[in-house]
């Protein structure tokens, strides 16, 4: 696979984001974190992998393997067929210009400063007995306003959809069952392309989400499965129960081109920049059989996933 080096890659700071943009080889060891950019197969970029195998010097290239980083496969339980079968896929062997750092774990401990802020110690130092003379602890409380805490698991729930069929609560998209499902009602998207979605609340007050995951059923038995898919956050000010009302929200540009591979992976997407907010919508706009089609109309008139996770 080849492609060409991201035109205008997002640059963001150590305490804005997941991501340190870097093309130096050398800046990828085994086991970094990465972030795919610029492919010609546009249906790799965004996704997430570790380094599988250094540089080669007489390729030019570096062995990459997809998911199972953010939300190791198989956590929680045993591996399905499916997810054994996307685990022992071989890596992707890419170019380094292809490739940009993710920072993952997240860092543990003090919460991020919110995104076109300074770093808390910088606010500290500024401001504190060694700038512009307030009580240290007079700063540090200054700094804890403009801090915002990362998204954990237990923050996300599920507060509604465009439609479902009915097979199962919505609320089954949080777990990682394959034995259970959302699926749009029928009619929902003629030819297999429309607009269905799936609401999630961060809690009360604004969470800083880097990662986004998405399970689904490869093909052939995963017609309906969602391919195209991006992501809407609500005007900013909204709280999580005015934005439930909401008709209008706002997609986030960053993720207008984020489409699933054709395996049974929890599959991972880097949002760079992260987002600082209390709720999210996962727009489905196109299933696995119109993407699949030579035709703009053809595929099933409904749209599904297994399971969608946020980090």
């Known amino acids: 696979m080849s492609g060409s080096a991201e035109a205008d890659v997002p640059v963001v700071s150590r305490e804005d984001g997941p991501e340190d943009t870097c093309s ?3 800046a990828f060891p085994v086991g970094c974190v990465v972030r795919l950019v610029g492919l010609s197969k546009s249906e790799f970029n965004n996704h997430v992998g570790r ?6 010097a007489a390729s ?4 990459i393997r997809l998911d199972g980083v953010v939300w190791p496969i198989g956590a929680g339980g045993g591996r399905s067929p499916r997810q054994r079968a996307a685990a022992a896929a071989a890596p992707l062997a890419l170019e380094a ?5 993710c920072r993952y774990p997240l860092p543990l401990g003090l919460a991020p400063s919110v995104l076109g802020s300074i770093p808390g110690w910088a606010i500290v130092k500024v401001l504190g007995e060694r700038g512009w003379g307030l009580q240290d602890a007079m700063a540090e409380q200054i700094s804890a306003y403009l801090r915002i805490d990362f998204l954990k698991g237990t923050d996300t729930s599920i507060t509604g959809c465009s439609s479902y069929r009915g097979d199962y609560p919505i609320e089954v998209a949080l777990n990682s069952k394959e034995d259970e499902w ?3 009602e029928a009619g929902s998207m003629p030819g297999g392309v429309g607009r269905e979605f799936l609401a999630f609340s961060f809690g009360a007050m604004p969470r800083r989400v880097s990662f986004v995951g998405v399970r689904i059923p490869p093909m052939p038995s995963g017609p309906l499965s969602v391919r195209n898919f991006h992501l809407e956050v609500p005007p900013q000010g909204t709280n999580t129960e005015t934005a439930a009302g909401l008709d209008v929200w706002c997609m986030v540009p960053s993720t207008s081109e984020f489409r699933t591979l054709d395996n049974g992976a929890l599959q991972e997407f880097a949002l760079v920049p992260p987002l600082e907010t209390t709720a999210v919508r996962l727009v489905c ?3 696995a059989a119109s993407a699949s089609s030579s035709r703009d109309d053809w595929g099933p008139d409904c749209i599904g ?5 946020f980090a």
């Open 305 to 309: 996933l297994f399971q969608v996770a």
């Open 285 to 287: 706009t196109r299933n």
């Open 182 to 184: 959302w699926i749009s």
């Open 24 to 26: 130096d080889s050398i």
């Open 60 to 63: 030019g290239r570096v062995g």
């Open 51 to 56: 380094v599988d195998v250094p540089l080669s």
């Open 97 to 101: 210009n292809n490739l940009r750092r």
